[in-house]
């Protein structure tokens, strides 16, 4: 068996959970753009109603999980937890968005619906309305909600057998060359904690 084997499986787990919530939030970032329904007024009238209008908080839902997502690449064992916890809520929040569109989709198209009529109002609104269609993107964020909870619950069980971080990410501290010490080089190392006159 190869020595590297229980570290490459804890690798790989890792880049494909922050691959698979990175492709998420895109899945529901692009629903965002699309159109969610098609609604007909009674007076004949169409209208498209895209995402930033049906759920205009899912584009920013969604780039917060990318962001969260590239801070997770890097993050230390306690942070990944909190991360994953993070991960799970802002999923549980798309969904809430997705689902509030969903159930009243009259409600969630008054605003492009005042829009082009100038009427307002919840009940002068919906009279206005004749007949409602939906699109498949709502449930794509629906969907992509739901999946981005289950991969923050898969962040909070097995990130801390995550490996650490690149040392590129790590604080490095540089040493002089070994030469003829001068005054400057002992005040370095007496700013740095050192006593010069214990060296050689």
Do not use: C, H
Request: negative net charge.
């Amino acid at each position: 068996m190869n020595a590297d084997q229980p570290t490459r499986a804890p690798r790989r787990t890792k880049s494909r959970v922050i691959l698979a919530s990175a492709l998420l939030a895109l899945a529901a970032l692009i629903s965002w753009t699309q159109v969610w329904f098609a609604v007909d007024l009674v007076d004949g009238t169409a209208l498209e109603v895209a995402g930033q209008v049906a759920a205009p908080a899912l584009s920013a839902l969604a780039l917060t999980s990318l962001v969260l997502v590239g801070a997770l690449s890097i993050a230390g064992p306690f942070f990944r937890l909190v991360f994953g916890i993070l991960e799970s809520l802002i999923g549980v929040a798309i969904v809430f968005s997705g689902v509030l569109a969903v159930t009243d989709p009259v409600a969630a198209s008054a605003s492009a619906i005042s829009t082009a009529t100038g009427v307002a109002g919840e009940n002068s609104v919906a009279d206005l309305v004749d007949t409602v269609a939906q699109s498949p993107w709502p449930w794509v964020a629906i969907v992509s909600g739901v999946l981005i909870v289950v991969a923050g619950i898969v962040i909070v069980v097995v990130s801390r057998t995550w490996p650490g971080s690149s040392r590129k990410y790590q604080a490095t501290r540089l040493e002089p060359v070994e030469s003829e010490r001068t005054s400057v080089d002992d005040w370095d190392a007496l700013s740095g904690g050192n006593d010069p006159t214990t060296r050689d």
